[in-house]
């Protein structure tokens, strides 16, 4: 079974610091993605990956970058963390786009709360 | 990118066939709709997904409308372990998805 790994259940981190979620996959996957989940908003897309050193920008990059040295890794960053990035935020990997119809594997999630 | 609209909230029968809509008026041909699942405090599952055909496996049924503007997840037998949040995706360009705020399905014994 494929597995997503995220670093940290729950972290927790004070208005300014720069702040590291990790992200592993063990199936080759190119396809990375950070999503944040907030109560009443769903899921939504912060920055994706198609390969190694690539990334583009979801739905709400702002107050975010990311990190991709490596295939199975995917970094998200908070160069200063805001109270309002209090939130979850779930790491998703996918094979790479053939005719359509891949899966999207998740991790656990890591609950961030910035005091 | 296609969108999808889905029902905030429903309830089943604990044992009864639990039916969940969605609503994708503006997919094009070549998008596959998804369904995924979320148990509180756990990643989203996925369930299954399709193109044009209806499709069923160990969890569940996709039925798809032929002009392809809805869907139905069917989930045949409901069980208390499937109270959770359904999402209704269809995959945007290049591999993208797009979650909205999901179907909360609650099954009740």
């Known amino acids: 079974d494929v597995k997503v790994t995220q670093s940290s259940r729950y972290l927790v981190k004070r208005t300014g610091e720069k702040v590291f979620l990790e992200c592993v996959q063990d199936m080759d996957h190119e396809n990375m993605f950070w999503y944040r989940q907030d109560p009443g908003l769903g899921l939504r897309l912060i920055y994706f990956?198609?390969?190694?050193?690539?990334?583009e920008k979801g739905d709400i990059p702002e107050g975010y970058s990311v990190s991709r040295e490596k295939k199975e890794r995917f970094s998200l960053i908070l160069e200063s963390a805001s109270t309002n990035q209090t939130s979850m935020y779930l790491c998703a990997s996918s094979p790479s786009p053939g005719q359509g119809g891949e899966k999207l594997f998740f991790g656990s999630g890591t609950q961030l709360s910035v005091l | 990118d296609a969108k999808t609209t889905q029902p905030t909230s429903m309830d089943c029968a604990e044992g009864r066939a639990a039916n969940l809509p969605c609503n994708h008026s503006?997919?094009?041909?070549?998008?596959?709709v998804y369904w995924y699942r979320q148990i509180h405090s756990q990643g989203p599952q996925y369930i299954i997904h399709?193109?044009?055909n209806n499709e069923t496996n160990e969890m569940a049924s996709l039925i798809i409308t032929e002009d392809r503007k809805s869907s139905t997840l069917i989930l045949p037998h409901a069980t208390l372990r499937d109270t959770a949040v359904y999402y209704c995706?269809?995959?945007?360009?290049?591999?993208?998805?797009?979650f909205g705020t999901g179907t909360s399905l609650t099954v009740i014994p």
């Open positions: 995706i269809v995959e945007g360009r290049r591999n993208q998805f797009y």
């Open positions: 990956s198609y390969d190694v050193k690539m990334k």
């Open positions: 503006t997919i094009s041909g070549n998008e596959y």
């Open positions: 399709g193109l044009k």
